[in-house]
């Protein structure tokens, strides 16, 4: 199968623009002002790794009506070209001084002359990617400017994804899929788990992976013990359970999954939380239809979990959003009572706690259609894998 | 020549913490309160890739004495208590209602009744990794608490580096120089550049490096115009100049420099820009010792450049500090007098305009000495070089 198309047609932007503006005129914002790359990227198409440097702030402005208007450092002008904005304002950054500040102060003055209302994000899984001092000053010198939180507006909006979107993120999806499916080749007793990681990293660019944001893993005889380190230079062992999970992107795109092998026989109980979290992830597949919620899929998959482990683990939800970020709106966990749409991209995450201080974590990516969940990943084998 | 050692003994850490506490004394700061990656890692040692996840907010107190307090997500409790921190306070999360907020709250609440100053980072180069309303509220829940900014202590702890940082940037910097050794074997005509940038991936990777979390580039006939857009598809062609930039890892540590290939024989402009930038870097090697401003460096290159392109470029800058993140302060700039001293880390980037509407860079990564600068990368060929 060919590779989908890279970046999207003016259409898409347009649409995802002309959305946020009804939302807006709902919420009576006056526009949005946005900070960060995926909210940038979303509206305007501007996709660069130049973000890594935390040194320059980049804004968007969505007006309540037309498109989008760029207040960025001039070295982002000739990408900015590129996409379907007009409205380019640049400054030559870094200006510890004004960085930025008097571009927008430009452009919010007459709203704020009005009292007009604009929107910035505030919300759950946001930040402010400027200096706080420079946003408290920009704000100081907008007397009359109000501010909303927008959180939900954006949220709503990249919840959903296109069919562009899914397609990218089922192509990463696959790519991860073919990458896990070459561990058994690549993994035996004796090699360091470092040397795995990067050997991953290396079959993942081989499968067509543009890169490798995030891996982390774990192993240890009968069972790791925590999933968000780095990795160690332990070799692997007979007896070992191990862990990769990783966050593979193509296109700007996240996949987010995991697998778990043993390292020759698995002892009983990791055996047995292996079959628990397959079958916690095929209630939380079964149970991933619109209409159902968030907290639905939670205790879908919870209910199935407690057979092993009825403290609900403390890595605070079993799945989330994923798209441009290895992590996106909603959570599956009680307190999130989204209501699940068509063309949802999620994980299913279920994990459990076992033995002593033991920790076991399977995933899936799925997309929500009408007629229910469709796996994006290759599922898992039924049993755990021996390599 | 093994690799250095991973991580960093608990003094290095207390040393880092006392040192912070003495500018602290000096400021009148009852604490400091970080919340971003590179400063919850420098103080606590706390290394992991999660922060992809942008969901969970992440805390660090310094207190005037002692050791610094985390205030995390359950999810990294593991983590953090192989670290040389021993109050570690979690909470699970996500809990949009309260993430970590009245964990906060009960730790600064004494010193809001007291009427303290507490430290933030609300400077250059700095963001509020938290969601911007939860600040707000956590505020507005403790009056009394005063805040100043703490860029300045922040920025002059980190920007120094320690014997073992140095040992990591060098090593990564050498692998990324036998990376970049290996690209006339890699690249030729006919290969799509974003195929040359998944060969450089697993090349620098095979050399040894944890990541590559930043890899830009660019190539076109005569000359490459934009240095941070991810690659296209197109093949190299003949007479095309090549460039790749690239912050590879190791350890949580970064290189950050490029290098400049011709496909073919260059232009004879391609050719000239290239001499005038090598020549720009050693000025700025020359420049680079003890006492010497980031001014006067700038100043050292852009003199150089102006043989060629006088407006000194967009870019606004000319290199920067390099360590925990792929660029940091100070900045090669006419705004910037931090005087350089023993052991700080710099890149050397000069870059110029050229024909119509090229551009081109050079990078490399130094380390001030008494005596002047280290080169960290092996230098760049005088000429540039054909493949």
Known sequence: MPDPARGFPKQEFAARTARAQARMADAGLAGLLLMTEPEVR?????????????????????????????????????????????DIRTWSAPAPDDDGI?????????MAREGAVIGVLKGHETMLRMPLGDYERLMAGLPGLRINDATGIIRSLRMVKSGREIEKIAHI?????????????????????DA?????????????????????????????HDVISPPSSRPLANGDIVMLDTGATWDGYFCDFDRNWAVGQPDD?????????????QAGIDTARPGNTCRDLFHAMQSVIAEMDDQGGDVGRLGHGLGMQLTE???????????????MVLTLEPSLGYGDGRIMVHEE?????????ELLTTRAPHDLQVI
């Not at 973000?51 to 208007?69: E, N």
């Not at 055996?271 to 992830?281: E, I, P, S």
């Not at 990516?365 to 969940?373: F, H, P, S, T, W």
């Open 42 to 86: 979303y509206f305007s198409g501007f996709h660069t790794l130049f973000w890594q440097s935390p040194t320059r702030p980049w804004f968007l402005f969505v007006p309540a009506t037309g498109t989008p208007i760029a207040i960025i450092p001039e070295i982002g002008a000739a990408l900015m070209r590129t996409t379907w904005l007009d």
């Open 102 to 110: 008097s571009l927008l102060t430009d452009l919010l003055s007459p």
């Open 329 to 343: 709106w909603p959570s599956h966990a009680a307190f999130d009572e989204t209501v699940l749409q068509e063309n």
């Open 269 to 281: 109980s990791s055996r047995r939380a292996y079959d628990v979290l397959w079958r916690a992830t």
């Open 365 to 373: 990516n799925i997309v929500v259609r009408a007629e229910g969940a």
């Open 196 to 224: 795995l990681f990067r050997a991953f990293r290396r079959e993942a660019l081989a499968q067509g992976a543009d890169d490798v944001p995030y891996l982390v893993g774990g192993a240890d005889q009968g069972g790791y």
């Open 173 to 193: 999806c696959a790519i991860g899929s073919r990458t896990f499916a070459k561990v058994p080749d690549i993994a035996h007793q004796g090699l360091p788990l």
